[in-house]
């Protein structure tokens, strides 16, 4: 990380030689809102649809506006073999009050946007021009959580989808499907330079424990999704007026998702959402220590067919519900309370429509994890800051 950091940090100074001069009046932002796309993938035309919405629907700040919002975008044109120019941009409404998209940042044609390199330049770049106590990071891409980041060579393009593995999955210019490029969770969390008020993953499987206390000295709450999501994603018609306008209503935007799939009907009708605490995981942590450690016969004996799991496909399924792996432990009446309690500190909002696709939920306490017995990702597993509080797999 600290050589991505130095070769980001040149990129970066020798980029902004070159990029547009911005306007930094007022000299301090009350919020500023970042929209991150990796989408040099097979969703690509979803986030282009995505970021339409949000350019053009609900509030655009002023150009004099203390709101600010800026968008990150590295999107294929269908063909995954032409490379793009990732870009930031701002947008913001005219003196006439039309919209502006104003390019403040470009990367070098073939960047790689999941990458832990482009990240931290972008973010620098962000801190940098745009100073501000409240900074909102989107993430929107695939994703898998904490699962280790592999490139994975595809047999075949032709109907080829992609693979996903951790975080930000791409395609690579160069080959096409052929190699694909993701971010560990660490090396994400690692790439971020600033505190952040909030970070909204638009991605799939990254609702879990692991995630959120690996991210947690970053930032205060995290909104994300226990299992897949849709490709349709969140509703981005509202998203600027609810975390520009109205104070970072994180609340807001995921009761919006939730009740968008919950009036669906058929396989649309599938969503898991919630929103956490940052603040409050360390008290999880160490009632969940406790437990594993007056437990571990138990944990020993959990058949992962018993619990509640999120994932669909074999390749997914490592993502379970906490609270149901804690129902298969013969618990006290006052360690139940005590992790009920330590867990409802950290959840804010939790919803699920009870099924996503083809599997139902019936257990969701607003929180995925890892589930012992698993044994694939058990070393790597270890080097998770989660892993090593509460110690579940030794």
């Not at 070769?7 to 980029?15: K, N, P, R, S, W």
């Not at 547009?20 to 097979?42: C, H, M, Q, T, W």
């Not at 929107?140 to 490139?151: D, M, Q, V, Y």
Request: proline fraction near 3%.
């Amino acid at each position: 990380m600290k050589i991505l950091r130095a070769t980001a940090l040149v990129f970066l100074l020798a980029a902004s030689a070159s990029c547009r001069k911005i306007d930094v009046e007022p000299a301090e932002r009350d919020r500023v809102l970042i929209y991150y796309a990796a989408g040099f993938n097979n969703i690509s035309s979803y986030l282009d649809e995505d970021i339409e919405e949000l350019c053009t629907k609900g509030y655009i700040p002023e150009k004099n506006s203390r709101n600010v919002l800026l968008v990150f975008r590295n999107l294929a044109d269908g063909s995954y073999t032409t490379p793009a120019t990732p870009e930031l941009f701002r947008v913001y409404r005219g003196k006439k009050g039309n919209i502006i998209k104003e390019t403040v940042f470009t990367f070098e044609p073939g960047t790689v946007a999941a990458s832990a390199g482009t990240l931290f330049a972008t973010l620098s770049y962000v801190r940098y021009n745009y100073p501000s106590d409240k900074y909102g990071l989107i993430f929107s891409s695939h994703a898998t959580g904490w699962l280790p980041a592999s490139h994975t060579t595809l047999k075949s393009r032709a109907g080829s989808s992609a693979s996903p593995s951790s975080i930000g999955n791409e395609y690579s210019p160069e080959t096409g499907l052929g190699i694909q490029y993701e971010m560990n969770l660490a090396d994400f969390a690692d790439a971020i330079p600033m505190h952040l008020d909030y970070i909204l993953f638009d991605a799939c499987f990254m609702g879990g424990v692991e995630v959120a206390y690996q991210l947690k000295d970053v930032c205060d709450r995290i909104a994300f999704s226990q299992a897949e999501v849709l490709a349709d994603g969140f509703d981005y018609t509202t998203m600027a007026t609810y975390l520009l306008r109205s104070d970072c209503d994180l609340y807001g935007v995921c009761k919006a998702y939730y009740d968008h799939y919950k009036n669906l009907t058929g396989e649309e009708n599938s969503a898991t959402v919630s929103l956490v605490d940052c603040n409050m995981l360390y008290k999880l942590a160490l009632v969940c220590k406790d437990i594993f450690e007056k437990h571990r016969d138990g944990l020993s004996l959990i058949d992962p067919d018993n619990v509640q799991c999120f994932g669909r496909e074999s390749r997914h399924m490592y993502f379970y519900d906490l609270r149901d792996i804690m129902n298969q432990l013969d618990l006290t009446r006052e360690e139940k309370d005590s992790f009920d309690s330590a867990l409802d500190e950290c959840i804010i909002y939790a919803a699920t429509t009870g099924r996503m696709i083809n599997i139902r939920i019936d257990e969701f306490c607003g929180l995925s994890s890892y589930c012992p017995n698993k044994f694939t990702y058990d070393e790597f597993y270890k080097t998770l800051a989660w892993n090593q509080a509460t110690e579940m797999i030794k």
